[in-house]
């Protein structure tokens, strides 16, 4: 029997961002001797970088890229086109490699409904089973897009019709692909309650945080507690690491730098750096002379990171992005520095508070003097933020670990 990865993004750790999908690979052929067969959106560079990686395991797999089609995040047309798009490369590489027809177990996540509602329904007639990682809830999600252009829009009656329509079949549709997983994995509590509800209490998803990689834990062990000169108010550099967009709000940032920028006179080498390539990234760090941005490889970014004082979370108030717990708080505590959440509250925000290793202010809702004194106010717990980090980083129970579905995923069972 093989295994079916299906990723809708395949990270590698040569970029900055969250590596998810490269360690569940990683930890699935690390601990199992079966082989599988990789499906991702991949180009020639990309494809021989993942070949590179796991090179010790080139019997083991098989990869088929497939062409990604860019979307613009902000456009719900664009979006819908991407994923339809995808779905229609994947559904050919299945007939194609006749991979319906092996005795097999699906890891896909969520992003396609179309495919996993396709994967669902011919599971009824296949021998296959499928496992669903559940990394945003992405109809919701889509539903809340809506409702945020409708606001934005002069057609808002049109918006409103198209989600009075469609959203019933769209829940309807995600709730079967639910039901009928062999197993359903989610990347943040904040899920585990919907997604119960939605299958009437039947289905109890499995919590695999995104913790600290164990693959890079030891990059920063030594270095975590070293940075001594830019505790202080006056000497606070931030950093920034991930996507901006309708998740991680990059209003938010703008308004942070617009503020510290008010107050730059107060500060010495005032500095926020954006590890990342989009077109946020960029904008805000041509609107700001102590903005810069940077796109360099996950284990680059760690340890440049230790050289800032602060790492900066901006979340989203809509309901579902405010109940995910991103890559970056784990970016954040595995390069020793305390987090400021700089949007409205949510999971990831209750997260920090709860572990004392930052604090949340709603930039948006409070005046910029206020800010700076919350701020001054929050330079004295730094040193008791940088010691509850050390204690997480050195906990086995925040180490990311995917053994448990890589012994799911090789079971028959």
Same mark, same amino acid.
């Given at each position: ?10 990270? #590698? ?15 699935? #052929? ?54 339809? @798009? ?37 599971? @009824? ?34 918006? @409103? ?194 572990? #004392? ?57």
């Amino acid at each position: 029997m093989e295994v079916i990865f299906i990723f809708h993004s395949l990270t #590698l750790p040569s970029s900055p961002y969250g590596l998810r999908s490269h360690d569940i690979l990683y930890s699935f #052929l690390k601990k199992t001797k079966k082989k599988c067969t990789v499906i991702a959106p991949l180009n020639i560079s990309q494809k021989k970088e993942l070949e590179f990686y796991f090179r010790k395991f080139k019997n083991r797999i098989l990869i088929l890229p497939i062409k990604e089609l860019n979307h613009k995040k902000n456009l719900v047309a664009s979006r819908i086109i991407s994923i339809l @798009f995808f779905t229609t490369k994947i559904i050919k590489i299945f007939y194609k490699e006749n991979l319906l027809k092996k005795e097999t177990n699906i890891y896909l996540t969520n992003y396609s409904l179309p495919l996993t509602l396709f994967i669902t329904i011919l599971s @009824f007639f296949y021998r296959y089973k499928y496992f669903l990682d559940v990394r945003d809830l992405f109809v919701d999600g889509f539903i809340t897009n809506l409702v945020i252009k409708s606001k934005k829009s002069k057609n808002s009656i049109f918006y @409103f019709l198209i989600i009075f329509f469609i959203s019933p079949f769209l829940i309807f549709s995600e709730t079967l692909t639910l039901f009928f997983a062999k197993k359903i994995m989610v990347t943040s509590t904040g899920y585990i309650k919907p997604i119960k509800i939605r299958t009437f209490f039947i289905k109890k998803p499995l919590y695999l945080p995104i913790g600290i990689s164990g693959i890079n834990k030891k990059l920063n062990k030594s270095k975590i507690n070293t940075i001594e000169n830019n505790t202080g108010f006056n000497k606070a550099t931030f950093a920034y690491c991930g996507f901006l967009d309708n998740v991680f709000d990059a209003n938010s940032i703008d308004i942070f730098a617009k503020f510290l920028g008010n107050n730059k006179k107060r500060f010495e080498g005032l500095s926020i750096k954006l590890f990342g390539n989009s077109k946020a990234h960029y904008s805000l760090s041509k609107k700001y002379s102590f903005v810069s941005n940077s796109y360099i490889s996950k284990k680059s970014m760690l340890i440049e990171m230790n050289n800032f004082s602060w790492g900066i979370y901006p979340s989203s108030s809509y309901y579902p992005f405010n109940t995910i717990l991103g890559n970056k708080i784990f970016d954040y505590i595995q390069s020793g520095i305390p987090i400021i959440s700089i949007g409205a509250r949510c999971n990831a925000s209750e997260f920090i508070e709860k572990n #004392l290793i930052g604090f949340h202010i709603d930039i948006k809702k409070e005046s910029e003097k206020n800010f700076i004194k919350i701020f001054k106010n929050e330079i004295k717990n730094y040193e008791r933020y940088k010691i509850n980090i050390l204690k997480i980083s050195n906990s086995k129970e925040f180490i990311r670990n995917y053994e448990k579905l890589a012994i799911l995923l090789e079971n028959k069972n």
